[in-house]
């Protein structure tokens, strides 16, 4: 019995043993679950001091509408938007009698349901414009970009044609004069095959590229086509050697001069019907892409005068709308076929080739306009493209101090209409369905280009967001191993949102540290985690449609650069290839 | 050798008629110059538009310099007034035409090393160099010949008159296909727009020689060869001369279109880029006025030279 007294606790050790162990019970839940809810942002957290009953509070309030892949912007556009110079006179023309709102185009078919609104292109009051919203427009053909700008900043025309890339060029300097300032309220068409990149053979995707001659006209939609197609490959522009024309037309025509040359180009960005007739007509020359496969990323648009747009807020609304019958009524064929007539008259073309050029852009109705105005989540909304854009356009030395996008995009009528509901009918349909494929079978074609991101994989771990850990082994709260994990998601998810039509195979890799001393399966299996776990974020934060990612695990078979095979932090990696649609 | 005996008899068909008709033309406009005195008692005004309107009146240099001011500073003047005020005050909008003030304090913007100006400069003035040279090679013997011969006149006026009215901004997507992207491409855009500027000058000047110098030669026994090389041609020497320094400036005015395609450098390459690309519009008058001021300052070299090699055409 003595023995056991000396073995066992006193009765007050006992009550200490006990307090610990409720103690640590205690700490555990407080830190591992109580903290946890409490947020991980510290700046968005409750502010110091205050204590908090954690009963009484609702962290999230209840959502019944489940979950939605829009989160609508919260900002006021007026707000940010520069406003007028209130001692400014407004510098355009305007009869107030006649109420002509001149709106010039250029040759491209995305204009088509303006014209088809506007029952032709003269000012008449047969026009949904006039009989609705009680003004007339007249559309103008003014091709040349800087002409047409030149009209705008003059006050002969109140609104300027563009893609979005033109506005990224165009804004800075309108923006000295508080009345040109750029405001864009609707976008008309994505380029949807009007737009391509025709390469000799022997150029497999846009990584040959490096070293090689590409020819297109420079400072236009051609240019951004490229260069950010260059720069999500990997590839410094300055790696490539740029050839310009002024033209599109030209730069085909200088593409096809050149065969056989000495000095042959070995690609051109153009227009359709240029891309689709080299390939036909010059042998051993293809389309490397068009914007039939990278169909969300030449936006066309239009901008009105800031002057303008603050002295008629009405007529934007019903130029708004009206477009957005234009493209009700164009859905019956005969109206179409009259709304073609109509614009070959204003071009001076045959009505033939305009009806050619109908599938070279996909009009954007009230829905997909509202997805790329107003959904902060879409990944190739308003504000990513702009953002996108700059990023080249920086690249590439063409600005300096770019615009932010919500100095331009004013999406305050986009959200009337919706209040409205005059265009609730009109349903996103631009949307690519893709059916389950595998891997094997979307590599039988070579990518249009693959871009290698690196995240920083904790060794062994596939997760992207892993905390960093101490010395023994233990994760640190808050922390994330790789902190541009984030941003190199976003990174990913607006290439594949750029190709909305392409498949895209992810390919995870390992190091090859423990070569020989674990089972090649096992290595796969974490390569394939690896690859699953981008997909995963990549479908739960920006919605993509999961089958139109197909996975792989290369192991560590496939090091980053075959010449420098021990560099592990390199190849613990994950690549990215963007394939062409299957229905091609 | 023996020429052909069409080009005898034509040019014995040309020798004979036109002399005497010239002296006519002089007398009424004299007339005209003795005018103004008589009106001068009349009227006051008459006296004042009188010494404006004189005719053929001589000029001072200092006068001469300080009349060629006055639609400068009356332009800036219409500049100023125009681009005055506040941007959103202005007659016209600072990004289609900057201020004065704008215009001067951007001319450092274009000096910056990555605007390359002064190679851009002779790179420009390399092209235009180049396909002056060509167009004169081939219009010079081209146009004696048409001058000289009625039948070589005959042969390759319709060309000649095709390419006068040919819209030079069409050539560019062709010469691109003719000649490629780089250097030869501008140069062989600027011979041909240089040389169908060149050639019906060249002809003009050989042809508005006047017969009587011919009959001289004639009657002193030259040949066709010597009527071409020694009369012919050294007469209309400095109608030719005048061509040339005309025919240089046509490469300044399409240097723009010249350097459209493939250019990465050049006076029109930065004028181009900085204007599709939306740029301040100070830079795309800045690099006007710079083509312009090397025109005018390579003019004046020419005029220059004149002075030098026709001494007895200023001494008239």
Redesign the interface.
Known sequence: MAQDKQEGLTPFGKVIVFLFIVGLIGAGVYFGFLKKGGGTGGSTGPSPGKTIDMTKLNIEAPDLKGITTVQEYKYVPQEKLPAV?P???S?YKWDKNSKIVEFPINIWIGWLPIIAANHGHKANKESIFYKKYGFQMNITLIDD??AA??AF???KSHILWGTLDMMV??A???M?????APRIYQQIDWSNGGDGIVVRDRIKSVQDLRGKTV?YA???PSQYYINSLLISAGIQPSEVKH????TA??AA??FV??TG?S?Q?DAVVSWAPDIYNIPEKVKGTKILSTTADANKLIADVWAVRADFAKDHPDIIKGIVAGIFEGMDKLQNESYRVQACQWMADLYGFDVGEIKKMLQDAHSTNFAENKEFFMNANNPANFERTWKTICFVYREL???DAPVQFDQVMDFSVMADIEKDGTFAHQKDSYKTVFAPTSFSKVQAEAPILTQTIRINFYPNSSNIFEPQHDELGNALANTTYDPNSKSTLEKVARLAAQFEAATIAIVGHTDGSRKGQVPDEAVKKLSMARANSVKKELVEKYKFDPNKFVVEGAGWDKPFDPGDPENHAKNRRVEISVYQPEAK | MKLPAFFKKETKVKKIKPVREKPAREKPEKKQEEAPPRQRKAFQLAKFTGSIFAIREDVSPFTAFLLSMIPIVLLVIIWTLVTWGPVEQRVISSIIMPSPKEFVQAIPKILTPEKRLGAGILVSLARITGGFLIATALALPLGVLMGSFSKFRAAFAPIMIVGSYIPIPTLVPLTLVWFGMEEKQKVGFLAIATFVFLLPAFVKAISDVDDVFLNTGYTLGANKWHIVSKILFPIALPEIYNSLRLGFGVGFTWIIMAEMIGAESGLGFILKNAQSRGADSSIVYLVLTVIVLIAFLIDKLWELGYRALFRYKEAR
């Open positions: 110079d001692k400014a006179i510098g970009p800087v700008r030149n900043a003059a006050g060029l165009f800075p300097e309108l000295k004069d508080s009345r040109t020819v420079q400072n236009s050839k310009y024309t002024n037309f030209e025509a200088a001069a050149s040359k000095d180009i030395g063409l600005i």
